[in-house]
Structures are given as structure tokens and as C-alpha cells.
């Protein structure tokens, strides 16, 4: 199962309904976060995640709305009794900010980090699946991040099997390993290989082609759509996409569905960011902090 929380979805500045960016991804266990903004683990703490599953953050750029959550998370794990290494990744100059904020803080962290700044292309390998880093373009450095489950197994269709005269236990469990029992070969039984599931994250960054070739028919896609339209301007001056920019983006790549993120503080009705979007890609939905969405 890989569920998403929605832990904060405002730009920049926090706001009464929004916290700001911190996208945490769940498989099975292990959980990853894609940014960490201030307050992040505070909504970890109402979330029915935990913070201590933590395998990796993945920070996008070093503007403070997306980095500042993560001396505080990393102490509070540290209090709370963490002894697992955790994997830190981050743009070009990344290692010199988390130095710069563990310093600050002037706490200990009783566990190792590996603090790792990452390209364009570069590979994360966990147990269940990895994530690609890739470039973007907003006015500093910064990368988006896509999520990629390992190959499943085929669906095992228990009914036939049982009707085949084989017994739950071990007949099936030798079946899923591959072996032939009573006669019964394997592909009779299951299914072909599932694709693994792909989420990704744009990170900050104006529309570019990047996102849609990492996104090419991904389960998800999670934009940012800072402004509407009818500030484009703003758009384009601050590195920022529009709605429509994140809905073209769905679009051409084919994904399931998106949910648009980072909307500013100025659109106190989003049915404005909203409709924008589903103007151009119908299956959009406009991102709420604690949300919680299962990729199936």
C-alpha cells in the first residue's frame, strides 16, 4: 500500500488553514518526505504517520519554506529515541545549510545522517522502491523527485486456485515461488506482473519539460500552482507555475490524477485555482493540509 499525506500545502508564509510544504510518502512502513517546512512535525504528530519511520527527506530548494521544519524534526526524533541513520537530499548547497542549521540549533542528534546533495538523474535505492531526483527551474538551484515502486507480483486468484483442488498454505505459497503443485504451473494462477506504482513532486519551479517526462503516465503528479493565471506575471517573475501550467503538465503526461500545491496566501477561494485546472485536466484536486490519498 503507498498512501500520501498532505502535511502542508501553503507557499511561503503559514496561514490559519495551511502549513507550509511537506509531502510524506508511506510504503507499508517506511515513510519518505518530499520538503519540510516549519511546523512539519507538528503535523506529522496529528497525522497517522510516524515520524519516527522517517527513511529520508528529500528538499527541493533551500528557500526557508521548504527547509526550516528539519532541524526541529531531526532533534525531536533524536529525543524521542531514534538510532537509525537517515538519508538527507538536497540540491547544490544543501550540505552547507543542514551544517548551518544543526549548528545553530546547538542540539545533539544521536543518530547518523547521510546528508547527500543530489543532480539531475541521481538514483535513491530503498527496499520497496526508489527515487529519482531531477531538475527544475525555479530562481535558485532545485529538483523535483520521482517516486517509483519496485515491479509487483501478479494477482493471485485464490477461487481458481481452490477449484484446481490445491489447499491454502503451503500449496500456495509454493505457487507464489514459482513451483508447479499438483500439476498446476504458476501462470495458470497469477496474474502478470503489476507496474509499480510512480508518484512525483515538482518541487518550485516554473513549467518545464522535465516534469512532464518524469511524469509520463505516473499514478500521481503533485504541482505546484502558486498563482492563477490572472497573475502570470507574478508567475513568471518569482519562478513560480500557474494552475494552468500544473493542468497542462497532467495533461501531456498522461497521469491518473494531480493535486496542485503551494497555493499563495492572496486566493482566499481556491475554486479559482481549482476550476483552472480542471479547465485542462478534469481529475485535479486542490491539496488540504492532513488530507490523506491511497494510490491504488
Request: neutral net charge; proline residues 4%.
Amino acid at each position: 500500500m503507498v498512501d500520501i499525506l498532505f502535511a502542508g500545502t501553503g507557499a511561503s508564509v503559514p496561514s490559519r488553514e495551511r502549513s507550509l510544504p511537506c509531502i510524506a510518502v508511506r510504503m507499508n512502513r517506511d515513510i519518505i518526505l518530499f520538503d519540510c517546512g516549519e511546523g512539519s512535525q507538528r503535523q506529522l504528530m496529528m497525522s497517522p504517520f510516524s515520524f519516527m519511520r522517517i527513511k529520508a527527506a528529500f528538499i527541493s530548494h533551500l528557500h526557508g519554506d521548504h527547509i526550516l521544519g528539519l532541524p526541529g524534526l531531526l532533534q525531536t526524533m533524536s529525543m524521542s529515541g531514534r538510532r537509525d541513520d537517515i538519508l538527507l537530499v538536497g540540491p547544490k548547497g544543501f550540505s552547507d545549510a543542514v551544517g548551518c542549521l544543526i549548528s545553530a540549533c546547538r542540539g545533539d542528534v544521536s543518530y547518523g545522517m547521510d546528508v547527500i546533495e543530489a543532480s539531475d538523474g541521481d538514483t535513491f535505492v530503498f527496499k520497496e522502491f526508489i527515487v529519482k531526483a531531477f531538475g527544475v527551474s525555479h530562481d535558485v538551484p532545485a529538483l523535483g523527485f520521482a517516486f517509483q515502486e519496485n515491479d509487483r507480483p501478479g494477482r493471485f486468484n485464490r477461487a481458481k486456485a481452490m477449484a484446481m483442488g490445491l489447499e491454502p498454505g503451503p500449496d500456495f505459497s509454493r505457487l507464489q515461488k514459482g513451483e508447479t503443485v499438483g500439476g498446476v504451473r504458476p501462470e495458470e494462477i497469477i496474474g502478470p506482473v503489476r507496474k509499480g506504482r510512480r508518484i512525483v513532486y515538482s518541487g518550485d519551479t516554473v513549467r518545464c519539460p522535465r516534469i512532464t517526462e518524469m511524469a509520463k503516465d505516473a499514478d500521481v503528479l503533485i504541482h505546484e500552482a502558486t498563482y492563477s493565471s490572472k497573475d502570470s506575471s507574478l508567475a513568471k517573475e518569482h519562478g513560480h507555475s500557474t494552475a494552468a501550467d500544473a493542468a497542462r503538465a497532467a495533461k501531456e503526461a498522461s497521469v491518473s490524477v494531480l493535486f496542485v500545491t503551494h497555493m499563495s496566501n492572496r486566493y482566499t477561494d481556491l475554486t479559482v485555482i481549482e476550476n483552472e485546472c480542471r479547465d485542462i485536466f478534469h481529475n485535479t484536486v486542490v491539496a488540504k493540509d492532513l488530507m490523506l490519498f491511497t494510490v491504488r
